[in-house]
């Protein structure tokens, strides 16, 4: 049988490096993409069935080569994680063109140039996109004008996706990750922040990264065949609360 192939971007670490971790314990094979050379083959170290390749999904011609590369090795490829981004928190005042430009072109290019690269092999035989936005995509947030933007627009990129691509067979969804236990969390999250983000989220906590991971490899599996066009905020319940107080929450927990 042949093995299923999944393309992971940003898979050097965090959610992408426990995707791949994932995906190779059920039995698919990772093309593992990132443009950090040197942690992506610290990461790929003693992954069985992993495969490096060294990429910035905001140039295309080293997407373009990317794609080729993963097919000379496998063969073929069933599935497209697009996980490789950046986050910049700074306010709309402070927010430079430059800046803009950088967040949009790994963030919302990097999705469109690769998706488009492998639209034609997965017209082959089906298969699925699964596009890492954020909460922060679906509800507004201080210092995220372009991080925030950028994510709301991949959720509709998904959907654009999904509407044109379903006739070949090919699912396309998108994962909004709430806050998650991540180094960077804790490095860019003070003590103040991290309390008030776990009285914000119904499950009083950070998620973790094989969390997030269990669900983009369900919707890449045949498990979620008929899921296409779909957003899934995996946040611990935090886009739910709406704007929901978290006094006004604990006043209703006899009831």
């Given at each position: 049988m042949t093995l299923k192939t999944a393309i992971v971007t940003?898979?050097?670490?965090?959610?992408?490096?426990?995707?791949?971790r994932l995906f190779l314990a059920q039995g698919w094979r990772v093309a593992m993409i990132d443009r950090d050379t040197s942690a992506l083959k610290d990461a790929a170290k003693g992954l069985d069935g992993a495969h490096a390749v060294a990429c910035d999904v905001s140039v295309p011609d080293q997407v373009d080569a990317m794609v080729q590369q993963?097919?000379?090795?496998?063969?073929?490829?069933?599935?497209?994680?697009?996980?490789?981004?950046?986050?910049?928190?700074?306010?709309?005042?402070?927010?430079?063109?430059?800046?803009?430009?950088?967040?949009?072109?790994?963030?919302?290019?990097?999705?469109f140039l690769t998706s488009q690269a492998v639209i034609p092999h997965l017209k082959q035989r089906g298969g699925a996109i699964v596009n890492i936005a954020s909460i922060s995509g679906l509800r507004a947030s201080t210092l995220r004008v372009a991080y925030g933007t950028s994510k709301a627009a991949v959720i509709q990129l998904t959907g654009q996706q999904a509407a044109e691509l379903g006739e070949w067979g090919i699912r396309a969804n998108c994962v909004a990750p709430g806050p998650v236990d991540t180094k960077l969390a804790l490095a860019v999250h003070s003590p103040e922040i991290r309390a008030a983000y776990h009285d914000a989220i119904p499950l009083n906590r950070y998620g973790t990264e094989f969390e997030i991971a269990e669900v983009i490899t369900f919707l890449c599996s045949d498990r979620a065949s008929y899921v296409t066009g779909q957003t899934i905020a995996v946040d611990g319940g935090f886009d739910a609360v709406g704007v929901g107080l978290p006094a006004l929450r604990a006043q209703s927990g006899g009831m």
């Open positions: 940003g898979a050097a670490r965090g959610i992408g490096l426990a995707t791949t993963v097919l000379d090795h496998f063969g073929r490829m069933d599935a497209l994680v697009n996980n490789a981004g950046i986050a910049d928190f700074r306010s709309l005042a402070d927010t430079d063109f430059a800046i803009w430009r950088q967040v949009m072109a790994v963030n919302l290019d990097g999705v």
